[in-house]
């Protein structure tokens, strides 16, 4: 496919509005995180739920991993390594969040159990070739790609401290990171008309 793309994910799920007027939101984030798998399942399914149409989801899976002496350490083992890779490969082949979310939302629902078995049956599930993810994250290309994950989480200003690590619009914003990820969304939307959830806030 070619040089790596970046992974900016569009919500196509309603066609309103402009992709320019599209709040922008970031994700930084690692598998095995459970404050992740809390904010993936929670606050930001109920924004793809409700206000899906006015925003587009950067996801970025490195959270706080190191490379040292060249090797790959995830904060929460080498599983978490190993599914890290998976996601940014599944992302690489199906970049449309129409596409992707279902797959990422069926990940991070296995909690801390997530392993390739559960992967192969999230992209069999979604209609993603399996085949292909797994020769991408146990291959060099997974290996092109986290260092790309690495590169884009280190580029953040101000750097990242935790995960989740949230952004609106390329800004840190830690009231997205709770509870307060649509009202945020709805708040920063500049289009119009907006979604019923928005007008609810």
């Known amino acids: 496919m070619g040089v790596v793309a970046p992974f900016v994910l569009f919500i ?21 995180c459970p404050d992740c798998i809390a904010f993936c399942t929670g606050p930001l399914h109920k924004a793809v739920q409700e206000v899906g149409e006015i925003f587009e989801l950067t996801y970025v899976p490195w ?9 790959f350490v995830c904060q ?15 992302l690489y082949y199906q970049p449309n969040m129409t596409a992707y979310w279902p797959f990422l939302y069926c990940m991070y629902s296995h909690k801390e159990e997530q392993n390739p078995s559960i992967a192969e049956s999230c992209a069999n599930e979604n209609n993603m070739d399996w085949s292909k993810i797994s020769s991408c ?45 649509v009202s945020q969304i709805c708040r ?14």
């Not at 959270?63 to 090797?71: C, E, F, S, T």
């Not at 920063?188 to 806030?201: N, T, V």
Request: aromatic fraction near 8%.
């Open 188 to 201: 920063h939307y500049e289009g119009s008309p907006k979604p019923k959830a928005c007008r609810l806030e």
């Open 76 to 90: 929460h083992g080498t599983m978490e390594c190993t599914i890290n890779t998976v996601e940014a490969c599944a």
């Open 137 to 181: 994250y146990q291959g060099s290309l997974g290996h092109q790609l986290d260092l790309q994950m690495a590169n884009i989480t280190a580029s953040l200003n101000p750097p990242h401290e935790y995960t989740p690590w949230v952004t609106i619009n390329g800004k840190h914003d830690t009231q997205a990171e709770d509870n307060y990820l």
């Open 63 to 71: 959270g706080n991993a190191k490379i040292v002496d060249g090797a």
């Open 12 to 32: 196509f799920l309603v066609a309103n509005g402009q992709a320019d007027e599209k709040v922008k939101v970031g994700f930084y984030g690692e598998s095995l």
